[in-house]
């Protein structure tokens, strides 16, 4: 945070925009929320000053940190066309990740959300998420992925898939373990063993 504010003083937006936008992504790790989206907001603010395209395709992606009144889909459409803008083939798989996750719905969206039945709530979170996707979809990340050969793309990927399909697919996350081990990423590893177990034990 002070290398950010003093770059921020030495009014050097690009390198402070940069700084902000890896403190907005550690934050949405480890919390809290609202100062994750702050830190997001000023990394926007700032690369929008310079003239690097790319890093501020990554900070609008970071910057869409959910429960924080973000607007979402703005940052991540925006973000899209820019990393297209500049050839960036990871950035651009990233961020078409990022739109078939949850998004989070405005409250606005339905009168009395928090008083509507589960079932219904669940079913109006459905058609947003569909509407917000803008017709992308995992395997699209996926084949970008693969076509780079990027393995923590594609693992990322691979856990998303053996969770959204049903029956979930075990090999999807065995897949993904062994790329997270050839990546060195034990953790990333045991935690996908975890959701494997957990989604398609084996029988």
Known sequence: MSLAQKYETEQK????GICYSRLAHLLKHIGPMDEAAVCGQKAIHYLRQSEDKG??????RVGRVPFAGVPEGDYLRESLNLAREVRDREQEAWTIYRFTRALTPPHALVADWDRLPEEERRGKLREWQEHERDGHTVEEALAIFESLGHPVGIATCL?????ERKPSD???F??????????GLEQDAKRTQMMADTFAPKS
């Open 170 to 172: 075990r090999a999807l």
């Open 13 to 16: 937006a690009r390198e402070a």
């Open 159 to 163: 856990v998303s898939l053996g969770v």
């Open 55 to 60: 890093e501020l395709a990554r900070a609008l």
């Open 174 to 183: 065995e897949r993904a373990i062994e790329l997270y081990q050839q990546e």
